[in-house]
């Protein structure tokens, strides 16, 4: 696939390219800041754009806002923001729209795996951080959380990181069936209306977690 | 003050009294005793004088009509007649006996007269419309008593002649005289009672008027029945009624026209002690004469002395319980007033009242709602309420007085008098409130240093929280970027390994140079916590400061050590002193010193360039003065313009 590189420092600008090329992808560009993230997008069209959060000129949510434009623009674009630390309030902001991901930079070292969620953003699917996705799922007492069993908590965890029922049942080592059977427990137990698989599904469960944690 | 006319009625009818004495006194004089003839004409003349004043300021004020017509009686019907009735029957003048008629009957209708003003005093109304009744039935019982003594043949003694030429027989002269006086007497008690339920109902101002009014009544009650008494004792009482009667007008006219002029309240405090303090003398006097006459059983210098001794003791002792005791009952006001402050004072001593309470009790003993007490905190300092807020500018009408207490100020009252009694009255409730007063101020003073801590020690938190973010942001963009390059250049050597070993080791290399950089950063990073060479020693830690001052700096360290925290404080006061003095001071040269004082860390920076520096002019100074403060230390600047500043932090610590 075309991949787009955002980010202002540039050791971590390179050695996110090569990792890409390494992985047999193109690197079209490597960009130092949103505004000409943005201007490239809109001229070459690439597959997939990888974004830094905080960039020049305030370090602060740059990447976020970029991000936002090119989803608005060319929703056909997948987006994968890349954060130092968690900030849920952007993260489940964004995560409802297809091919949009939300990721701890320091998943990159799990080459593979990140290869794989990037691949899966930039055709249309969802990935949400691990990180992101425990706080949510992790139970306070009296929500309705409590009602899930242990199996049923983590393949909960794994529909709001944006996986598929494929990619579930490879996690956990577990037939596509029992996790079909899974899911339908959740979504029964929760009250989440069936939406089929992708990421409408994970809005769903996001939207409940949102719910469970008053947080806006 | 407006001066005093006489409008033109009053003071012809003035005149005429006058004129009228004038004429009564040669002919009194010589036939009846001198005091009688001089005192009574005085007593009509300051009567109606004492009207006709009140009319000159209040033309309408029934009760100047009442004394013009008083006076105008006793000096025509009383005196003048009397005086013609006495000359005529020695020169055989004609008409002295119905000149003497006249004058003897002269007196009874000054009753009526008299009722009427206890029932006007002050304002020339009636409280009630039916205490007209009172005024009614005096008449009644004057114009019964008249006739019944007039025509009644025991009048004879008032005549020359020795029998009443006037008697008649046919008339109950006896009861009428007896029944109608009654009537008089009555209504004469009825206005009296008037007068208190007036004082009970009445403002401020009328129970001044009123105490006046009742000094003169009681002058009036007491000397009539006492010179009735002694009539035949001592000719020496003969004046008292002469006298009494003339205080009356008197008193009604002060009431009237200067109520404000003196305190009433005192003069009849004194008029009361004296009086019964003279009761009391005499009594002691008298018997002690009588017993010591009889146990020496002769009379001499001796029991006169010895007499005199017992008074005089009795009077040191008896002196102050009476004032103590009139006081209570006659100047209320004042008694009241220290009476409830003093109360104020013992509850909070038992714990029953705030001091912060003291200007409502200081309000409720003044009865001046509006009374306000400010303290002053610093001497010229602004003042400040009792929640130490600052208070606006006294209003210029209201009057200020200083509340000091043992040479201090401590604060202010503003407020507007209602009286020159309260006038005269708030420095002694001051004084018995000066204890409370003194305890609100001091902890008006706390609570307000308090709220310097607390804001210190929110600016503190504020610091750190900054100082975090700071740290935390340095983190995440520095070290931990780094150390994701790092991790990713690891990575792809690892790709590189298979098919171009000799690239591995080039990326390899790269790692390990950015592995340097990254430790290189967490290092400087560490620094800006805590300098390393503190670990040495402030000594050390300030001298290598020094060496990289651009301004000679001479630093003498005692090489004591002291807990970590107290280390760096003193050594960050170094550092903004430096700074200071480099950036803002134009010094030449900076002296930095710390000694070990007793159980305290001193710690100085002294320049010797342009001065003017002060805690709030730099925040930088200010978050040093929190940081000291925070750990329980004092932090002084001296800073005066053109002579260098002084930083000194002196750090309390236990070592």
């Given at each position: 696939?075309?991949?787009?590189?955002?980010?202002?420092?540039?050791?971590?600008?390179?050695?996110?390219?090569?990792?890409f090329?390494?992985?047999?992808?193109e690197?079209v560009a490597?960009?130092?800041?949103?505004?000409a993230l943005?201007?490239f997008?809109?001229?070459?069209?690439?597959?997939?754009?990888?974004?830094?959060?905080?960039?020049?000129?305030?370090y602060t949510?740059e990447?976020?806002?970029?991000a936002?434009?090119?989803?608005?623009?060319?929703?056909?674009?997948?987006?994968?923001?890349?954060?130092?630390?968690?900030?849920?309030?952007?993260?489940?902001?964004?995560?409802?729209?297809?091919?949009?991901?939300?990721?701890?930079?320091?998943?990159?070292?799990e080459?593979?795996?990140?290869?794989?969620?990037?691949?899966?953003?930039?055709?249309?699917?969802?990935?949400?951080?691990?990180?992101?996705?425990?706080?949510l799922?992790?139970?306070?007492s009296?929500?309705?959380?409590?009602?899930l069993t242990?199996?049923?908590?983590?393949?909960?965890?794994?529909?709001?990181?944006?996986?598929t029922n494929?990619?579930?049942?490879?996690?956990?080592v577990?037939?596509?069936?029992?996790?079909e059977a899974h899911v339908?427990?959740?979504?029964l137990?929760?009250?989440?209306p069936?939406?089929?698989?992708?990421?409408?599904?994970?809005?769903?469960v996001?939207?409940?977690?949102?719910?469970?944690h008053?947080?806006? | 003050?407006?001066p005093?006319?006489?409008r033109?009625?009053?003071?012809l009818?003035?005149?005429?009294t006058?004129?009228a004495?004038?004429?009564?006194?040669?002919?009194?004089?010589?036939?009846e005793?001198?005091?009688?003839?001089?005192?009574?004409?005085?007593s009509?003349?300051v009567t109606?004088?004492a009207g006709?004043?009140?009319?000159?300021?209040?033309?309408r004020?029934?009760?100047?009509?009442?004394?013009?017509v008083?006076?105008?009686?006793?000096?025509l019907?009383g005196?003048?007649?009397?005086?013609?009735?006495?000359?005529?029957?020695?020169?055989?003048?004609?008409?002295?006996p119905?000149?003497?008629?006249?004058?003897?009957?002269?007196?009874?209708?000054?009753?009526?007269?008299?009722?009427?003003?206890l029932?006007?005093?002050p304002?020339g109304?009636?409280?009630?419309r039916?205490?007209?009744?009172?005024?009614?039935?005096s008449?009644?019982?004057?114009?019964?008593?008249?006739?019944?003594?007039?025509?009644?043949?025991?009048?004879?003694?008032?005549?020359v002649?020795?029998?009443?030429?006037?008697?008649?027989?046919?008339?109950?002269?006896?009861?009428?005289?007896?029944?109608?006086?009654?009537?008089?007497?009555?209504?004469?008690?009825?206005g009296?009672?008037?007068?208190v339920?007036?004082?009970?109902?009445?403002?401020?101002v009328e129970?001044?008027?009123?105490?006046?009014?009742?000094?003169?009544?009681g002058?009036?009650?007491?000397?009539?029945?006492?010179?009735?008494?002694?009539?035949?004792?001592?000719?020496?009482?003969h004046?008292?009624?002469?006298?009494?009667?003339?205080?009356?007008?008197?008193?009604?006219?002060?009431?009237?026209?200067?109520y404000?002029?003196?305190?009433?309240?005192?003069?009849?405090?004194?008029?009361?002690?004296?009086a019964?303090?003279?009761?009391?003398l005499?009594?002691?006097?008298?018997?002690?004469?009588v017993?010591?006459?009889?146990?020496?059983g002769?009379?001499?210098?001796?029991?006169?002395?010895?007499?005199?001794?017992?008074?005089?003791?009795?009077?040191?002792?008896a002196h102050r319980?009476v004032q103590?005791?009139v006081d209570r009952?006659?100047r209320?006001?004042?008694h009241?007033?220290l009476?409830?402050?003093?109360?104020?004072?013992d509850?909070?001593?038992?714990?029953?009242?705030?001091?912060?309470?003291?200007?409502?009790?200081?309000r409720?003993?003044?009865?001046?709602?509006?009374?306000?007490?400010?303290?002053?905190?610093?001497?010229?300092?602004p003042?400040?309420?009792?929640?130490?807020?600052?208070?606006?500018?006294a209003?210029?009408?209201?009057?200020?007085?200083?509340?000091r207490r043992?040479?201090?100020?401590?604060?202010?009252?503003?407020?507007?008098?209602?009286?020159d009694?309260?006038?005269?009255?708030?420095p002694?409730?001051?004084?018995?409130?000066?204890?409370?007063?003194?305890?609100?101020?001091?902890?008006?003073?706390l609570r307000?240093?308090?709220?310097?801590?607390?804001e210190s020690?929110?600016?503190i938190?504020?610091?750190?929280?900054?100082?975090?973010?700071?740290?935390?942001?340095?983190?995440?963009?520095?070290?931990?970027?780094?150390?994701?390059s790092?991790?990713l250049?690891?990575r792809?050597?690892?790709?590189e390994?298979?098919?171009?070993?000799?690239?591995?080791?080039?990326?390899?290399?790269?790692?390990?140079?950015?592995?340097?950089?990254?430790?290189e950063e967490?290092?400087?990073l560490?620094?800006?916590l805590?300098p390393?060479?503190?670990?040495?020693?402030?000594g050390?830690?300030l001298?290598?400061?020094?060496?990289?001052s651009?301004?000679?700096v001479?630093v003498s360290?005692?090489?004591?050590?002291?807990?970590?925290?107290?280390?760096?404080?003193?050594?960050?006061?170094?550092?903004?002193?430096?700074t200071?003095?480099?950036?803002?001071a134009?010094?030449?040269?900076?002296?930095?010193?710390?000694?070990?004082?007793?159980s305290?860390?001193?710690?100085?920076?002294a320049?010797?360039g342009?001065?003017?520096?002060g805690?709030g002019?730099?925040t930088g100074?200010t978050?040093?003065?929190?940081?000291?403060?925070a750990?329980?230390g004092?932090?002084?600047?001296?800073?005066?313009?053109?002579?260098?500043?002084?930083?000194r932090?002196?750090l309390p610590?236990?070592?």
């Amino acid at each position: 696939m075309r991949v787009v590189i955002a980010e202002d420092q540039v050791l971590l600008r390179e050695g996110l390219a090569r990792l890409f090329v390494d992985g047999g992808h193109e690197v079209v560009a490597t960009v130092g800041d949103g505004e000409a993230l943005v201007e490239f997008v809109h001229r070459e069209t690439p597959d997939l754009v990888v974004v830094d959060i905080r960039m020049p000129p305030t370090y602060t949510d740059e990447g976020v806002l970029a991000a936002r434009t090119i989803k608005d623009r060319h929703p056909g674009v997948g987006v994968l923001v890349l954060s130092q630390h968690i900030e849920t309030t952007h993260a489940v902001d964004l995560v409802g729209r297809a091919g949009f991901g939300y990721m701890l930079k320091d998943r990159v070292l799990e080459v593979e795996e990140f290869l794989a969620t990037a691949s899966r953003v930039a055709a249309g699917g969802s990935a949400l951080d691990p990180t992101v996705v425990q706080t949510l799922v992790d139970v306070t007492s009296g929500s309705p959380l409590d009602r899930l069993t242990e199996r049923e908590r983590s393949v909960l965890a794994l529909m709001g990181e944006g996986m598929t029922n494929t990619g579930i049942a490879q996690r956990l080592v577990l037939s596509e069936r029992t996790v079909e059977a899974h899911v339908r427990q959740v979504l029964l137990k929760l009250d989440i209306p069936e939406s089929g698989e992708g990421n409408r599904r994970v809005l769903a469960v996001l939207a409940h977690l949102r719910t469970v944690h008053t947080w806006s | 003050m407006v001066p005093l006319r006489f409008r033109p009625v009053p003071g012809l009818l003035l005149a005429l009294t006058v004129v009228a004495e004038l004429a009564a006194v040669p002919l009194s004089w010589g036939l009846e005793p001198a005091w009688d003839t001089l005192l009574l004409a005085v007593s009509s003349a300051v009567t109606t004088a004492a009207g006709a004043l009140i009319l000159s300021r209040h033309p309408r004020h029934v009760i100047g009509w009442l004394l013009i017509v008083q006076g105008l009686v006793a000096a025509l019907a009383g005196d003048l007649a009397q005086g013609w009735g006495l000359r005529a029957a020695t020169q055989g003048w004609p008409v002295g006996p119905p000149a003497e008629f006249v004058a003897t009957g002269s007196w009874l209708p000054t009753a009526p007269l008299a009722v009427a003003v206890l029932l006007l005093f002050p304002t020339g109304n009636l409280l009630y419309r039916r205490w007209s009744l009172v005024l009614g039935l005096s008449v009644i019982g004057a114009l019964m008593a008249e006739p019944g003594w007039v025509l009644n043949p025991e009048a004879g003694s008032e005549y020359v002649a020795g029998h009443n030429p006037y008697a008649v027989d046919w008339l109950p002269t006896d009861e009428l005289f007896v029944g109608g006086f009654t009537i008089v007497a009555v209504s004469l008690l009825a206005g009296l009672l008037a007068v208190v339920i007036r004082f009970r109902t009445s403002s401020p101002v009328e129970q001044l008027q009123l105490k006046w009014f009742a000094l003169a009544s009681g002058a009036l009650a007491v000397g009539l029945p006492l010179a009735g008494a002694l009539w035949w004792v001592t000719p020496v009482v003969h004046v008292i009624p002469a006298l009494v009667i003339t205080i009356w007008p008197i008193a009604i006219c002060v009431a009237i026209l200067h109520y404000r002029l003196y305190d009433v309240d005192l003069v009849i405090s004194r008029t009361f002690t004296y009086a019964t303090l003279t009761v009391l003398l005499a009594a002691v006097y008298a018997g002690a004469v009588v017993v010591l006459g009889a146990v020496t059983g002769r009379e001499s210098v001796w029991v006169t002395a010895g007499a005199t001794l017992l008074a005089a003791a009795v009077f040191r002792l008896a002196h102050r319980r009476v004032q103590d005791v009139v006081d209570r009952r006659f100047r209320r006001q004042r008694h009241d007033a220290l009476e409830l402050v003093i109360g104020f004072v013992d509850d909070l001593r038992h714990d029953r009242a705030e001091p912060e309470q003291v200007v409502d009790s200081i309000r409720a003993a003044m009865r001046n709602p509006g009374l306000e007490l400010r303290f002053v905190l610093l001497p010229d300092g602004p003042p400040v309420d009792e929640r130490g807020r600052p208070v606006a500018d006294a209003d210029p009408d209201r009057e200020r007085v200083p509340v000091r207490r043992g040479g201090m100020t401590l604060g202010e009252v503003v407020w507007s008098p209602g009286s020159d009694t309260d006038r005269a009255l708030l420095p002694s409730v001051l004084d018995a409130a000066s204890i409370a007063i003194e305890m609100a101020r001091l902890r008006v003073e706390l609570r307000q240093r308090l709220v310097e801590v607390d804001e210190s020690r929110a600016r503190i938190a504020a610091v750190a929280d900054d100082e975090r973010r700071r740290l935390e942001r340095d983190l995440h963009d520095g070290a931990q970027q780094r150390l994701v390059s790092i991790g990713l250049a690891l990575r792809h050597a690892q790709h590189e390994l298979a098919g171009h070993p000799e690239a591995a080791r080039r990326t390899l290399d790269g790692a390990v140079v950015e592995i340097s950089a990254a430790i290189e950063e967490l290092r400087a990073l560490a620094h800006g916590l805590r300098p390393a060479l503190l670990q040495a020693g402030l000594g050390p830690a300030l001298r290598e400061l020094a060496s990289r001052s651009p301004v000679p700096v001479v630093v003498s360290a005692t090489s004591d050590r002291f807990p970590p925290d107290v280390e760096a404080a003193a050594y960050f006061v170094a550092c903004e002193g430096l700074t200071n003095a480099v950036k803002h001071a134009r010094a030449d040269q900076v002296r930095v010193d710390v000694a070990h004082r007793d159980s305290t860390l001193v710690v100085s920076v002294a320049d010797d360039g342009v001065g003017g520096a002060g805690v709030g002019h730099g925040t930088g100074l200010t978050g040093l003065s929190d940081r000291v403060a925070a750990r329980g230390g004092q932090f002084l600047i001296v800073s005066v313009r053109g002579r260098g500043t002084t930083l000194r932090a002196e750090l309390p610590c236990v070592s």
